[in-house]
């Protein structure tokens, strides 16, 4: 271990929550991600955006952005990936003519359907392998970070 500030004050990587989290992400994700990719030519953005869609019926980019915490250029361009696919399309709004609502296609529905079981499959496999209580615990304790804190302190 080497000798500065840091180490006095007992950081320590391993333990930082922020990069505990980034890589129970990655290493939660892999395997699903490997097959989205291999299976169906998704990218997890697009994913993302199917599966709002799918779920929701109708969203604009905004609101996914905001849902999923995705940048904005990214869901950009992945829109534009899944409308030259044919997957979605886009309604401009009759109220506001800036707002799109981005829907599925019939061919996309099909897509939600084939990779929502696979999501669904990932989920409970991830469940099963931490065990019921702890995924409820943990899906609570995730819930509380993505929570944005009240400035007020409420």
Same mark, same amino acid.
């Given at each position: 271990?080497?000798?500065?500030?840091?180490?006095?004050?007992?950081?320590?990587?391993?333990?930082?929550?922020?990069?505990?989290?980034?890589?129970?992400?990655?290493?939660?994700?892999?395997?699903f991600?490997?097959?989205?990719?291999?299976?169906?030519?998704?990218?997890?953005?697009?994913?993302q955006?199917?599966?709002?869609?799918?779920?929701?019926?109708?969203?604009?980019?905004?609101?996914?952005?905001?849902?999923?915490?995705?940048?904005?250029?990214?869901?950009?361009?992945?829109?534009?990936?899944?409308?030259?696919?044919?997957?979605?399309?886009?309604?401009?709004?009759?109220?506001?003519?800036?707002?799109?609502?981005?829907?599925?296609?019939?061919?996309?529905?099909?897509?939600?359907?084939?990779?929502?079981? +696979? @999501?669904? *499959?990932?989920?409970? =496999? #991830? !469940? $099963?392998? &931490?065990?019921?209580l +702890? @995924?409820? *615990?943990?899906?609570? =304790? #995730? !819930? $509380?970070? &993505?929570?944005?804190?009240?400035p007020?302190?409420?």
């Amino acid at each position: 271990m080497r000798d500065s500030k840091l180490t006095e004050l007992r950081f320590d990587p391993e333990r930082f929550l922020p990069n505990l989290l980034g890589q129970a992400s990655v290493a939660s994700e892999r395997d699903f991600l490997r097959e989205l990719r291999d299976t169906f030519g998704l990218s997890r953005t697009q994913w993302q955006i199917i599966a709002y869609l799918g779920f929701s019926g109708s969203m604009t980019a905004t609101e996914i952005c905001h849902r999923s915490g995705v940048e904005k250029t990214k869901i950009s361009r992945a829109v534009a990936v899944l409308e030259g696919e044919d997957l979605l399309v886009r309604d401009r709004s009759k109220v506001d003519r800036r707002c799109e609502y981005l829907t599925l296609t019939s061919k996309g529905d099909a897509l939600f359907v084939a990779v929502g079981e +696979r @999501a669904i *499959e990932a989920d409970q =496999a #991830l !469940r $099963a392998r &931490i065990g019921a209580l +702890r @995924a409820r *615990e943990l899906e609570s =304790a #995730l !819930r $509380a970070l &993505i929570r944005k804190p009240d400035p007020r302190g409420r």
